[in-house]
């Protein structure tokens, strides 16, 4: 179950239903079946910009963003969707603090759904701190499909682990 490391925290169920895709060789048949094509936003300046255009339909009044960059440091497995912090940084006698979203450079080659679940739970983060009620209702606002994308990213990441790329 090692293979399921994504999976952690689901019903059994769920990861049975999962353990019986890949057994039978179907796991990449489902997820090209769902979602076909692979994004284009490749560049780091594309990946800022695209972002932006998601901050600005949503979170209008939020802290302002210095980076989002795709990033190869990132270990996947406690971050898989990114990470977002907050820099302070003392200049003369201010402090100025700014935030970052860096997203693993695995979803460069990926659907485009699970860019924007990845890039709407890292802007969340500028209003909610804490994976809480609050932090998931405004997920869901910014993308209804927020809990279906997470589970079929989580999919997708298993799918790598097994068989490799999928595009």
């Known amino acids: 179950m090692n293979a399921l490391k994504y999976l952690k925290g ?6 049975d239903q999962v353990d019986k895709l890949i057994k039978a060789d179907k ?3 489902v997820l090209l079946s769902k979602y076909p094509d692979c994004h284009k936003i490749s560049t780091n300046k594309a990946l800022y910009a695209f ?10 009044q939020s802290n302002p963003l210095s980076k989002v960059i795709y990033d190869d440091k990132i ?4 971050h898989a969707l990114g990470m ?4 302070s940084r003392v200049q003369g006698n201010k402090l100025k603090s700014k935030s970052e979203i860096r997203i693993d450079s695995v979803f460069k080659r990926s659907p485009a759904e699970f860019l924007t679940m990845i890039v709407v739970h890292e802007l969340a983060h500028l209003k909610e701190k804490q994976h809480n009620k609050a932090f998931y209702k405004l997920c869901l606002h910014m993308e209804p499909e927020y809990h279906q994308l997470e589970f079929d990213m989580r ?3 298993t799918h790598i682990d097994l068989v490799g790329k999928l595009y």
């Open 84 to 87: 977002h912090s907050f820099v």
């Open 75 to 78: 270990d996947v497995l406690h």
């Open 51 to 60: 972002t932006m255009d998601l901050k600005k339909q949503f979170l209008r």
């Open 10 to 15: 689901y019903p059994t169920t769920t990861i």
């Open 155 to 157: 999919l997708y990441l």
């Open 27 to 29: 796991l990449s048949e």
